[in-house]
């Protein structure tokens, strides 16, 4: 158990939908960070936050909006949802910007 | 930009013996971070090892250790001892401004 934890597990949803991931990172953690997990497109990051405040962005589309809230939780948005769109996202934190730990993922399938 | 490339998409191995695992990364930067993380079927994403780049001691981790070749931007996993429960997805991964950059990844097969 990493200390990071996600939820939902799963989420089946349609498309043009929104959704809400949510992740709680390590205790002591400041950082967040959001990956998408697909089979074409492989691992790839989308958006880590610092402390509240946004600190780099990946490949987050303009349908995707993140935050992290003062109690250093963070949700990840997706909007206006495509086929496309099924991955499973995982959150990771960290102290600073060293060791990432994941959390278990949470499995979004858009029909 | 950075990249990774591990050019094994899948390796085999008989257990109780030694796989290597290739990655190799363009960079221009001097100071960087090299990881390998393991995933299982139950796709939790595990940290196997990692390496700071202006060390040039190689990392070992039990029966997991790596061979860092900085000049020529290779980092590869050796895991000693192949055990069953070392059957996973392996990711070689690179620490980009605190985003990791990642290959495509190895799937790593046990013989019994």
């Known amino acids: 158990d990493s200390g990071v934890t996600q939820t939902p597990k799963h989420l089946i949803t349609a498309t043009g939908q929104r959704v809400t991931l949510r992740c709680s990172p390590r205790s002591g953690d400041l950082s967040v960070y959001w990956y998408q997990q697909s089979l074409d497109q492989g691992l790839q990051f989308l958006i880590q936050?610092?402390?509240?405040?946004?600190?780099a962005k990946g490949n987050i589309l303009e349908r995707f909006s993140a935050q992290q809230f003062p109690d250093l939780h963070s949700e990840l948005n997706l909007s206006s949802l495509e086929l496309g769109d099924s991955a499973l996202y995982f959150c990771?934190?960290?102290?600073?910007?060293?060791?990432?730990?994941f959390g278990p993922g949470t499995r979004l399938t858009v029909l | 930009a950075q990249t990774v490339t591990q050019s094994q998409p899948e390796m085999s191995v008989q257990e109780a013996e030694t796989v290597t695992l290739s990655c190799t990364y363009d960079?221009?930067?001097?100071?960087?971070?090299l990881f390998w993380y393991k995933q299982p079927p139950s796709r939790q994403m595990i940290l196997v090892i990692r390496?700071?780049?202006?060390k040039q001691q190689n990392a070992t981790e039990n029966r997991f250790s790596v061979n860092f070749q900085k000049a020529a931007k290779s980092f590869s996993l050796k895991i000693s001892d192949s055990q069953l429960g070392d059957a996973a997805m392996y990711f070689c991964a690179y620490d980009s401004n605190y985003q990791l950059i990642w290959g495509a990844g190895t799937k790593l097969i046990i013989k019994p």
């Open positions: 936050y610092y402390n509240g405040e946004e600190r």
């Open positions: 990771a934190s960290s102290v600073m910007g060293d060791e990432q730990f």
């Open positions: 390496q700071e780049a202006y």
């Open positions: 960079t221009s930067e001097s100071d960087y971070y």
